[in-house]
């Protein structure tokens, strides 16, 4: 928009209008001052009223420790925790209930939803201690289909592997949930719906009304709600079915499930389907990590509050990719660039990372995964050159 020069006459309006606004309404309220006080005392009164009844207390002096809650939660089957995905300290508090559990529930399995089905057998491959973190990661795909920082759910992993305890991978494939998104059930070939839950249940009000409330705060990320609707529907009943799966195969079992705080609060995503497969009310827990919405007494058993905590500084190339035809090509570099100090040149065709042949983002994020600031990469790539062949140049990198 173009500035303009404000004229005296607009000056001059300007001023007649602010006066009216300010002056005027002042004026009335001195005429009918018992009047406009009383219907402002009654409004005051309205909006104490409905401040009363959302506002909750909490008496900090009765606050549990986590450890306390611990004994409380054995006593059941199952235990819900939730998360919010990136939060470092959300992870550490469920990796402390599994510690927990574990000492008083030797036959404790771990069901997660950052993992899909058809993945299951590495994740058992992984606990046997069958293969590397590097090579675990590439088989279930996780950076395609989690994405966030492997690093975060790490620690309950590997306490998982030193302890034999069974992971189960509770989701079903992103391209599966993604097209429900898109087309709803309908949309379905006969081979995806082979994949569905066998049960889909719609008979929940309350699940439906709050999924219709994120959606209303989102719109421009779900497209239709019905498809958005189906989409959760399969989401949740696919999780609380291979849960279920396992426990009837092992009821001498517990379980510990890892999934977001919206597939948990109030019952009504994972916890109400599962109990309603197992046939029975299950003696199920629900512990949520932190809560944006409304604190009420029905959202969870126990809500955990904890300081906000950053992963470690990763250690980093510097080097921005652009991915095309199954190859990597630096595009540009950060403002502090430990593959440009080291020689690295814009254009080049990155081949391997200590030795590992990578041909997109996951493969370099597979290999990059635990690396710190200081550590060592050995770097190949190759370099075109103006006149005559192609060369291929290593690089000892050490990350910032």
């Known amino acids: 928009m173009q500035n303009r020069v404000i004229t005296p006459f607009f000056l001059l309006l300007l001023f007649i209008v602010f ?3 300010w002056v005027r309404p002042l004026t009335a309220a001195t005429v009918v001052s018992g009047q406009a006080h009383g ?3 009654e409004l005051e009164a309205q909006q104490a009223l409905e401040m009363d009844a959302s506002t909750k207390a909490v008496n900090l002096r009765q606050l549990l420790d986590l450890e306390a809650i611990i ?3 054995a006593r059941h089957q199952v235990i819900f925790v939730g998360e919010q995905h990136p939060r470092f300290d959300h992870h550490l508090n469920q990796l402390a209930i599994i510690r927990g559990l574990h000492g008083i529930h030797p036959k404790l399995v771990i069901g997660v939803e950052f993992f899909q089905q ?3 057998q590495y994740l058992e491959q992984f606990v046997a201690d069958q293969l590397t973190v590097e090579e675990f990661l590439k088989k279930t795909e996780y ?3 989690w994405r966030y920082d492997f690093r975060l759910y790490a620690p309950i992993l590997e306490f998982a592997r030193k302890n034999s305890i069974p992971i189960l991978a509770l989701n079903v494939p992103t391209e599966l949930i993604q097209k429900v998104g898109r087309e709803g059930l309908e949309g379905l070939s006969e081979k995806e719906r082979a994949q569905l839950p066998s049960e889909i249940d719609r008979s929940s009000v309350a699940y439906r009304e709050r999924l219709q409330e994120v959606f209303e705060n989102h719109p421009q990320h779900f497209g239709k709600f019905e498809t958005f609707y189906e989409a959760q529907l399969v989401w949740d009943e696919a999780m609380a079915e291979s849960a279920s799966r396992y426990l009837k195969d092992h009821s001498d079992s517990h379980m ?5 705080n ?3 609060a109030y019952g009504v ?4 389907r599962l109990n309603r497969r197992l046939d029975t009310t299950a003696s199920v827990a629900i512990v949520l990590n932190d809560w944006e919405g409304l604190v009420e007494p029905d959202i969870a058993d126990y809500l955990l509050l904890s300081e906000k905590k950053e992963l470690p500084k990763a250690g980093f190339l510097g080097v921005m990719l652009k991915q095309s035809s199954g190859k990597l090509e630096v595009n540009a570099f950060s403002e502090i660039s430990a593959a440009k100090t080291a020689g690295i040149e814009e254009k080049d065709e990155l081949l391997s990372l200590n030795g590992r042949l990578v041909s997109d983002m996951s493969d370099v994020k597979e290999v990059m995964w635990d690396k710190k600031p200081g550590e060592e990469v050995l770097v190949k790539v190759r370099r075109g050159a103006f006149m005559g062949k192609d060369e291929e140049l290593e690089f000892e990198i050490k990350l910032k």
């Open 262 to 264: 919206g597939h948990l």
């Open 143 to 145: 950076y395609d289909r």
């Open 71 to 73: 004994p409380k939660l």
């Open 19 to 21: 006066f009216s606004v």
């Open 269 to 272: 995503g994972i916890p109400e």
């Open 256 to 260: 510990i499930v890892l999934a977001g």
């Open 39 to 41: 219907k402002a005392n």
């Open 118 to 120: 058809p993945f299951q």
